[in-house]
């Protein structure tokens, strides 16, 4: 094998998205296998200008092109290969191809375990569909089931997903929608590469503007956050939608602060603190790249954006109206100037945000124009959502040539939205298509892409927030201990500061002058609490007795907590009497140690309707300034806390930072799995009583 061209000397990420020559090792002209066969023809297919090479030791050409029976029999070191030979011989063609110094491999096959280190290969897969780079003609796709060459259209989104099922549904319903596409990369099982690592390659392609990306893992949280952050730097959003998120919820530790805290809620605050927007759904998803690629990345904040909506149906106006209320945007009134314009020249037209117009509007071109710069001009509009009736042929023609044209023209962000309903509406759509105005769907589903738009203009202006630490893997070795008592763990929780009401520990066969003395050193009322391991829930095992108000009574509480039988048998042997008391709030303070991104901090309403209110916030650690405030800022008690009773809220405020500099503290090796200080009693001038409190996962 020659060694012109050898791929060392390339980028290995380069090599495999744009490759000026490609080994297809198991390439198959049998067109009725459907996979050996498909990147072939697909190379074929998009135009391909770089030399392929299929490696196959049982034919002796496909489809006129030469075939080799081993790697080394190649007149050269291809940049790059696509590999779809059996599983059992996948390592051996891996070996292959790193000893003769191919730069990058995609592994269609499935079945393929994890492989040993290679020199210098790099490996995408395996079950992977490969790469469609549509910019440079190099579609390795190792599928057929995607829309036509003639009917497929470049553009500067890249879309990356682990799913080539799922990569393949939104490919192709984005190029339907008008949509282009710059690379679709399918990752598959990631035994090497990852998507983020192709996210952080690609980024520096200056054709290509914003990544939708679709994950059922993060797989590699160093490689997230530092693809993550290259993005952001150069202003190419990144659009995630993250699969199986009620599966990862089920899969939370079974604590207040676990199952508050699920994997995919951790997350979620990992993309909000790394700029990541996140969507709801595959159209979500597809739509919002869309809008970016269509209006580019606005820098200016929500607060400085205006949106306006203009609709011809006085019932889709309230429907918006109400839809951009859940979709946090906000809708700004029509100015006097423009309200009195209104009446005047439109006396027909609504005065409020929706504007609905009536159809009338649309016959007219130049009052069409004069209604926009109209609602334009005094209002200051930077965004405008204009929607359309269902229209068939007829109606289409003659009633949306003057609006297009007019939209067309204008000083603003505009987005045009109908109501398929095919095929009546067929030359509708394609009419909006061919005007060259933006268009994502219908006026619903366009708010929230308008929505995530303005929130990465929010991210510009304000930084997307503090940078993520992520943590070296615990040491597995170190075998943890889920029998931390409550008296243990206010022990322990005494070392981030926390204070507990007065209270005196007393084995179930305490005397009735034992039970005295201790509660004459307390206060009434008395509550009664079984002092049991954390991975008990004292309150809903029924563990708890409420309001005792004398010795007698605290006996008689005792009695009966001696009576209840636990799992396996085991009976309340201690149980701890503290002064109940009542605050002015009650409280959440919890923490875990995920496994991905380390410590990780929550707090919100707590009590025991702290699982259904859901009233919570996390944050990352460590906490840099003003991130206590912003956590608190995003649960409904800290704002009403906030903007009340200051001195509350800066008590708050630093029981947060004291609890993330206590866990930072921590080694990984022997602390924390999971802590609930709930609830914490707050006062209106700041005082803080943590009233009950577990500790899992505590190591040895």
Same mark, same amino acid.
């Not at 200008?49 to 050409?61: C, D, E, K, L, M």
């Given at each position: 094998m020659s060694a012109h061209g050898d791929a060392r000397f390339r980028d290995p990420l380069a090599a495999l998205i744009a490759p000026k020559s490609v080994a297809l090792v198991g390439a198959s002209g049998d067109p009725r296998n459907l996979i050996a066969s498909a990147a072939l023809a697909n190379l074929q297919a998009f135009g391909y200008?770089?030399?392929?090479?299929?490696?196959?030791?049982?034919?002796?050409?496909i489809d006129g092109i030469k075939c080799f029976p081993s790697i080394a029999d190649l007149p050269e070191v291809p940049d790059a290969a696509v590999i779809t030979v059996a599983a059992e011989q996948v390592p051996a063609a891996l070996d292959e191809l790193d000893a003769a110094g191919v730069a990058a491999a995609t592994v269609v096959t499935a079945g393929v375990h994890p492989i040993t280190p290679l020199r210098q290969l790099r490996i995408l897969g395996a079950e992977s569909l490969g790469v469609t780079n549509l910019l440079d003609h190099y579609v390795a796709r190792a599928a057929r089931n995607q829309r036509s060459p003639a009917s497929t259209r470049p553009g500067s989104i890249a879309l990356l997903a682990q799913s080539g099922a799922m990569s393949n549904l939104v490919f192709n319903r984005l190029q339907s929608a008008g949509g282009g596409v710059a690379v679709s990369v399918n990752t598959g099982s990631e035994l090497d590469l990852t998507v983020w690592d192709i996210v952080a390659a690609l980024a520096n392609d200056e054709r290509i503007t914003c990544f939708a990306v679709i994950i059922e893992h993060i797989k590699n949280p160093g490689s997230f956050v530092s693809a993550a952050a290259k993005a952001f730097a150069l202003r190419k959003p990144i659009v995630l939608l993250e699969l199986g998120q009620s599966t990862r919820g089920k899969a939370a530790v079974r604590t207040h602060s676990g199952s508050i805290a699920g994997s995919y809620a951790v997350h979620q605050e990992a993309y909000r603190r790394a700029g990541v927007l996140t969507a709801e759904d595959i159209d979500e998803l597809w739509r919002t790249a869309l809008l970016? *690629?269509?209006?580019?990345?606005?820098?200016?904040?929500?607060?400085?954006?205006?949106?306006?909506?203009?609709?011809?149906?006085?019932?889709?106006?309230?429907?918006?109206?109400?839809?951009?209320?859940?979709?946090?945007?906000?809708?700004?009134?029509?100015?006097?100037?423009?309200?009195?314009?209104?009446?005047?020249?439109?006396?027909?037209?609504?005065?409020?945000?929706?504007?609905?117009?009536?159809?009338?509007?649309? *016959?007219?071109?130049?009052?069409?124009?004069?209604?926009?710069?109209?609602?334009?001009?005094?209002?200051? %509009?930077?965004?405008?959502?204009?929607? %359309?009736?269902?229209?068939?042929?007829? %109606?289409?023609a003659s009633r949306l040539p003057p609006a297009l044209s007019a939209l067309a023209s204008i000083d603003a962000r505009v987005l045009v939205a109908t109501w398929p309903a095919p095929p009546l509406t067929d030359a509708q759509v394609a009419m909006v298509a061919e005007a060259g105005v933006p268009s994502i769907g219908t006026s619903v589903d366009s708010l929230r892409p308008i929505a995530l738009h303005m929130r990465y203009g929010d991210l510009i202006a304000s930084g997307p927030g503090s940078a993520i630490a992520v943590p070296e893997p615990p040491d597995a070795a170190v075998a943890p201990s889920a029998d931390v008592t409550y008296e243990q763990a206010k022990a322990i929780l005494a070392g981030a500061g926390f204070t507990f009401p007065a209270s005196r520990p007393l084995m179930v066969a305490a005397t009735g002058p034992e039970v005295a003395r201790a509660c004459a050193d307390l206060d009434p009322p008395f509550v009664v609490k079984a002092n049991l391991s954390s991975m008990v829930h004292k309150m809903a095992a029924g563990l708890v007795r409420l309001d005792q108000l004398s010795a007698d009574s605290v006996i008689a509480a005792i009695r009966s907590l001696a009576a209840v039988s636990l799992e396996h048998g085991a009976r309340v042997e201690q149980v701890i009497v503290e002064e109940q008391l009542q605050g002015h709030w009650e409280l959440f303070f919890g923490a875990r140690v995920d496994p991905e991104f380390g410590p990780v901090l929550s707090f919100g309403a707590g009590g025991a309707a702290a699982e259904e209110t859901r009233d919570t916030a996390l944050a990352l650690l460590p906490l840099e300034d003003g991130d206590a405030r912003a956590l608190m800022s995003r649960t409904r008690v800290g704002r009403a806390i906030g903007l009340a009773y200051p001195m509350a809220a800066r008590a708050v405020e630093r029981r947060l930072e004291a609890l993330a500099a206590w866990l930072c503290d921590r080694p990984a090796s022997g602390g924390i799995g999971s802590v609930d200080v709930n609830?914490?009693?707050?006062?209106?001038?700041?005082?803080?009583?943590?009233?009950?409190?577990?500790?899992?996962?505590?190591?040895?």
């Open positions: 200008a770089g030399a392929i090479y299929p490696v196959n030791p049982i034919r002796s050409q970016f *690629s269509h209006w580019g990345v606005a820098s200016a904040p929500r607060a400085d954006r205006r949106l306006g909506i203009i609709t011809l149906s006085g019932g889709e106006a309230a429907l918006l109206a109400d839809r951009c209320e859940a979709a946090g945007l906000d809708l700004p009134p029509l100015d006097p100037a423009t309200q009195k314009t209104l009446q005047t020249d439109y006396p027909e037209s609504g005065r409020l945000n929706p504007l609905d117009p009536t159809t009338r509007i649309l *016959s007219d071109k130049d009052r069409m124009e004069g209604l926009l710069a109209t609602v334009l001009g005094s209002n200051s %509009f930077t965004d405008l959502l204009v929607s %359309f009736p269902v229209y068939n042929e007829l %109606f289409a609830p914490v009693l707050l006062w209106r001038d700041g005082r803080l009583l943590a009233v009950d409190a577990r500790i899992e996962g505590s190591h040895r």
